[in-house]
């Protein structure tokens, strides 16, 4: 046990240290939670139980791993997101139209290169009681746009890390069922930045001595900590055949926090909290709630001969809880509310393992993953958009107790469509003075993975 000791702050510590990036499941949820898994795209993940990555995907396949087990995985994401104008309006200075400004580029690519790491440990105390703990992040998201893109009053940073550690039980009544529980504490930080239009919030003001075109930015950050659970089942029809069932709840966070301004013009200045409109500029403490989903997979794992397995899944996403981002100051005001309005979303996927020889073998997997966002309500802070996943992988056994894993897959992202005239959330004076966005993203994602794993 004093190796695990020792790995486990080791592990919280590099999480927090790396961690952020594009999203790669629906929203902006993390399903790089192994190496092994993602050879197969995750199909099967619920039911697979290669390794103590289980810990996380359906902690009852603790009970399929024999003695301890310690898995160290880390994922490099690359994605990519690139913004095509199609008629974008730019942002004026006054509330009579006067004033607009340039529309200065597309903003580059908001993508944001990102390392995941994962840690699990798990042990089998007797034939029927096994333990086990993991840290990982199940949620992650950056986007960063060039500093005087055309939609810089809408978005330039929006950045989310969470880190999950996630202590866990199984039981093993017979042959056939095993049941197992976790609990999970997990801490989530957010930064979201964006341009501001001085010269239009003075214009709806009255305030005079701001010329046009006068711009700044700003900054809100929050964090909380939340609880909440994962357990699962694990079935055994037959001598070949798994079936999984795993459920995640959903996690609420009260964010706490503040938002600073950049580039405050001195009129604004003398005048801030005197008038309504100057509640969007000054500096002060925030808060916000944000409910993280609930999941529920249901997977298979059929081992057909001696060379080959089958897997298949369905996993649900409960994102129809998160429906707006309110951002609230210390007086009750409404600094930003941002709509979401997702929907509960499916990822299904198959894939297969090739036993090529007895250290190596060799996986492949294709999955569907929808978006939870619609169209009339998405931003430039999460151009979601569904995607295909084709993976590829291999396992080698370095010795008896040691395994590595590797797993490469390429995401073909659905092109996501802006169009932030049609929000129904945003009033006429809004679009004035950050600017219609009215465009599409050309997107794609690259994630390579490597996994070490240890028996003993």
Do not use: C
């Not at 301890?68 to 690139?82: D, K, M, Y």
């Not at 998160?322 to 409404?334: E, P, Q, V």
């Amino acid at each position: 046990m004093t190796r695990y000791k020792t790995l486990i702050p080791f592990a919280v510590s590099a999480a927090l240290a790396a961690v952020s990036g594009g999203a790669q499941a629906s929203g902006f949820a993390l399903i790089e939670q192994s190496a092994s898994g993602l050879g197969n795209a995750y199909a099967g993940a619920a039911a697979a139980a290669d390794d103590a990555s289980t810990i996380y995907f359906n902690p009852a396949g603790m009970t399929r791993l024999q003695g301890r087990q310690v898995v160290v995985a880390g994922h490099l994401i690359v994605p990519s997101a690139e913004f095509n104008n199609a008629g974008t309006r730019p942002a004026v200075s006054t509330i009579l139209g006067a004033g607009p400004y340039a529309l200065n580029g597309n903003g580059g690519d908001a993508g944001d290169l990102a390392f995941v790491p994962n840690l699990y440990l798990s042990w089998q105390l007797n034939p029927k009681l096994y333990l086990g703990v993991g840290v990982n992040a199940p949620f992650g998201l950056k986007t960063d746009y060039d500093a005087t893109w055309m939609g810089r009053f809408h978005a330039l940073k929006s950045e989310v890390k969470a880190i999950n550690i996630n202590p866990s039980f199984a039981v093993k009544f017979n042959d056939q069922i095993s049941l197992g529980f976790g609990v999970n504490y997990q801490t989530f930080e957010g930064e979201l930045t964006k341009a501001v239009n001085y010269s239009f919030l003075a214009s709806a003001g009255g305030i005079p001595g701001v010329p046009n075109n006068t711009e700044g930015s700003n900054k809100i950050s929050a964090d909380d900590g939340a609880w909440g659970y994962n357990a699962g089942i694990m079935i055994k029809p037959g001598p070949d055949t798994d079936l999984g069932i795993a459920y995640r709840s959903a996690m609420h966070f009260k964010l706490s926090g503040d938002v600073t301004y950049q580039g405050r013009p001195a009129a604004v200045n003398a005048l801030l909290g005197l008038a309504p409109v100057f509640n969007q500029a000054g500096d002060g403490p925030v808060t916000a709630n944000v409910k993280m989903p609930a999941t529920l997979s249901f997977a298979l794992k059929h081992r057909v001969n001696n060379q080959w397995d089958v897997l298949a899944d369905a996993t649900w996403t409960g994102w129809s809880g998160l429906k707006t981002l309110d951002i609230i100051r210390s007086n009750g005001a409404t600094l930003e509310s941002t709509p979401f309005y997702w929907s509960d979303t499916w990822r299904v996927g198959i894939g297969a393992n090739y036993r090529l020889s007895p250290p190596w073998t060799v996986r492949f997997g294709i999955a569907y993953d929808q978006t939870p966002t619609q169209d009339t309500y998405r931003t430039p802070r999460i151009p979601d958009q569904d995607r295909t996943w084709l993976a590829i992988g291999a396992q080698y056994k370095v010795s008896q107790a040691g395994t590595l894993d590797f797993g490469y897959a390429h995401l073909f992202v659905k092109d996501p469509l802006i169009n932030m005239v049609g929000q129904p959330a945003l009033s006429p004076a809004l679009v004035a003075g950050r600017g219609a966005l009215i465009g599409n993203f050309d997107s794609k994602v690259d994630i390579l993975s490597i996994q070490y794993r240890h028996t003993f």
